[in-house]
Every structure is written in structure tokens, then in C-alpha cells.
């Protein structure tokens, strides 16, 4: 195989667009290749057919422990509080770090636990829907999308509602700020430091005043003998909002826009709500809320797909590429809310499979449902072209989501 030496502007405003027809062109022509990736600095292997993605979620020797890679790959061996504890997590540690972390939080994920909640998901589905009743155009992303999984896992979390919007401004500077340069790195740092102390305050008020929340229940969590220090804590309820919030907010806001974008399916999931569970499951797989794996490195030399990984080197596992594989989906580039089988990788694989997966798809399943039966006439209020991006290249979705949430008015004929 060659290797391509094009770069990829995964932030860049086309590539966010629409990505999946170069995916397509790297699964047929050069389906593992080396190139920069804008914003990682470094080359990496980018990954994109999914057999060999599937084997490389299952192999050992790809380590996803972003301080090792640091400190072996001949970075600065000193790592500061704020990036060390956002770096040392579960998406971002191997076994037996990882699984003692998940082993601590994985009750509160369990698909019971978050089949019980799901009253609650419905009822603040209907009290965001209801606020919308009567209005012509919404920015269906921030009114919707984005509010229904924040109140959800801050609910889950205990963290009060007056503290709510501000951790969600520490995630956009750090998810989407701007593009890398000695200004971000400053930014950057002083951003984490600030949500830092955000998070530590988050704790420190569970220790002194506990609910029944999940921080309250981290706080006190015992596995033999073992509890999370505060570092650990901190990152714990850092990814747990993040990643309890975001690949939710990605779904249904793209997904909104799948549907819209294939009309003839948003009128079958409105005439068979019964299809929502597939219908989600679709989605995830044609939208792809989490575009690639985080950066793994080799600890050792291995093949992927017959590919010499030598060892440190950069892996990137594009899941989105895989998602779309017309080798394993027929009709890859097609929407169908009923397809099945249907084995995405939406939630990747192996021991870092999405803890918060039955809880992303109960969410999915009740917004989207509930919006498509009370508002099936929605649609665009801008031209499909003028939709923005964020600009991210790990978590694919839009700025915002300007939506008409009646039909379309038929102009008055003059004619006498």
C-alpha cells in the first residue's frame, strides 16, 4: 500500500461538510496511509476500512495512554495538573488502569439504571418540546439538542443548575477553539485551569454537602479497598459530562438533519414510531456523531490490514470511514431507519466500548421520537449549503440548526 502525503484539514469548513467521499476514496485506493493531520502535528496512520479498524480496536498493543505516549515519544516528561489529569481517563488509559476507573463508575451506566431514568429523559423532552409549540423558526440545536443531555447528565451528576452553562463554555474553548498556534496553547492552559478549579469545586461541594447524584456516589465509591483520588475524581466528572453529553447532543442534531436531508424517512419513522430503536442505531452509524478513536500509538511493531506499524507510531481508527465500509453495509451511503443487521462502530469496541452507550441511545430514542411525532413538518429555515460545522476533527456536528417547525406555506394564487 502507499501512503498518502496529502494533508487533511479535518477542521477545515469543507472537510466537515461532507467528509465521506474521501473516505470512500481512501477505502478503494489507499485504505491505511500515513499523513500530517492538521492539529495533531505529528503523522499518524489513519485507518479507514472497517475489518481492519475491528482488529485494531481489539489489539493489545495499540495503547491508548496519551501520558505514555507523551513521556516515550519523546515528549516533555513534566506534564502540568490540568493537561495530566485530562489525559489520564478512561477513554485515555490502558487496562489495568482502565478497567479499575470503569469498575468504579459502571453501575451508574448500567442498562437497568438507565432504563429507570427514562421517565425522566420524557418528561424533559416534553417540557423543551412544549417551550417550542407556537414558534416559527428555533435553533433547534441549542433549544433541544444541546439542552435536553446537559440537564440529563448534570441531573445524573448533581451538579446545580446555575453551573450548568458554564462548563459548557470550558468545552467549546477546548473542543472547537482556535486552530494550534502559541495563543491557543496559552488560552488552552488557562482555560483547563479554570475548569479545573470549576470541577474541583464540583467535588468539594458533594463532599461537604452529598445528594444522590453520581459525584456524590464517586466520591464515596470503594472497589476492595480501592477509591479514586481527587485527581481521578476531577477526570472522572470531566469526561462523564463530556462524553455524557456530547455524543448525545451530536446525535440528535445530526440525526435531525439525516432525516431532513432524507424526507421519505422521516415520514416512515413518523408513520412507524416503532422503528426508533433501529432508526437510532442507523443513525449512529450513518452520521457518526464521534468521527475517530483517540490517537493510540504501537508499544510494540504490528500489521494492520498487513500494514508494518512500527512501534511509537501514531494510529488514528477512523470509525466514521468504517461506518460507511460497502463492504460490511449494503448500500453504505444510504439511509435506511430499518437496516438490518447493522454491526457500526458508533460506540467503538473491545475494552473501550462507550460506557455511556445505553444512555446515548435511551436519550436519542425519546428526543428523536417525540420531535418527529409533535413537529414532522420541520425543515430547514437556511439552504441545506449554509449549514455550519464545528470546527472539530474527533466529535462530528453542527454550530447550530436553524429549523421551521410548521410546513411549508403555499403561496395565494392573485387570480381572481
Known amino acids: ?11 477545515g469548513p469543507e472537510f466537515r461538510a461532507d467528509p465521506y467521499p474521501f473516505y470512500a476514496r481512501m477505502r478503494r485506493e489507499t485504505p491505511i496511509f500515513k499523513v500530517k493531520v492538521s492539529g495533531f502535528g505529528r503523522e499518524a496512520w489513519v485507518v479507514t476500512r472497517y475489518d481492519d479498524i475491528v482488529g485494531a480496536l481489539k489489539e493489545p498493543k495499540l495503547s491508548s495512554d496519551m501520558v505514555r505516549l507523551r513521556t516515550e515519544g519523546g515528549g516533555a516528561r513534566w506534564i502540568p495538573r490540568p493537561f495530566r489529569i485530562l489525559a489520564k481517563t478512561m477513554v485515555t488509559t490502558d487496562d489495568p488502569d482502565h478497567a479499575r476507573l470503569r469498575n468504579l463508575v459502571h ?36 433549544e433541544f439538542a444541546l439542552a435536553l443531555p446537559m440537564i440529563v447528565i448534570s441531573e445524573m451528576l448533581g451538579v446545580p443548575e446555575g453551573q450548568r452553562a458554564k462548563f459548557r463554555r470550558f468545552m467549546l474553548h477546548l473542543l472547537d477553539g482556535p486552530p494550534p498556534s502559541m495563543w491557543r496553547l496559552i488560552s488552552g492552559m488557562a482555560n483547563n485551569i479554570r475548569m479545573i478549579r470549576y470541577l474541583d469545586g464540583l467535588i468539594n461541594l458533594r463532599r461537604t454537602e452529598p445528594d444522590d447524584g453520581l459525584i456524590t456516589a464517586l466520591v464515596a465509591a470503594e472497589q476492595s479497598g480501592d477509591r479514586l483520588s481527587q485527581d481521578e475524581l476531577v477526570g472522572m466528572v470531566f469526561l462523564l459530562l463530556l462524553a455524557g453529553h456530547e455524543t448525545t447532543v451530536n446525535l440528535i442534531g445530526n440525526g435531525v438533519l439525516a432525516l431532513l436531508d432524507n424526507r421519505d424517512q422521516l415520514d416512515r419513522l413518523h408513520e412507524h414510531p416503532e422503528l426508533i430503536k433501529p432508526a437510532i442505531e442507523e443513525l449512529l452509524r450513518h452520521t457518526n456523531p464521534v468521527q475517530h478513536s483517540v490517537i493510540r500509538f504501537a508499544t510494540e511493531e504490528i500489521e494492520i490490514g498487513g500494514m508494518p506499524i512500527a512501534k511509537s507510531d501514531r494510529v488514528i481508527l477512523m470509525l466514521a470511514a468504517a461506518n460507511r465500509d460497502e463492504a460490511v453495509f449494503a448500500n453504505s451511503e444510504t439511509l435506511d431507519i430499518a437496516r438490518d443487521p447493522n454491526r457500526h462502530l458508533g460506540f467503538g469496541l473491545g475494552i473501550h466500548f462507550c460506557l455511556g452507550a445505553p444512555l446515548a441511545r435511551m436519550e436519542g430514542a425519546i428526543a428523536l421520537n417525540a420531535l418527529v ?6 425543515r430547514l429555515a437556511v439552504p441545506r449549503d449554509k449549514v455550519k460545522w464545528r470546527p472539530n476533527s474527533l466529535l462530528r456536528g453542527l454550530a447550530e440548526l436553524p429549523i421551521k417547525l410548521g410546513p411549508e406555506k403555499k403561496e395565494r394564487s392573485l387570480a381572481a
Open 1 to 11: 500500500m502507499t501512503q498518502a502525503n496529502e494533508a487533511i484539514d479535518m477542521q
Open 107 to 142: 453501575k451508574g451506566f448500567t442498562p437497568s439504571m438507565v432504563e429507570r431514568m427514562s421517565g425522566r429523559v420524557q418528561e424533559i423532552t416534553d417540557e423543551l418540546l412544549t417551550k417550542l409549540e407556537g414558534r416559527d423558526t428555533v435553533n433547534l440545536l441549542e
Open 373 to 378: 411525532q409533535k413537529f414532522p413538518d420541520m
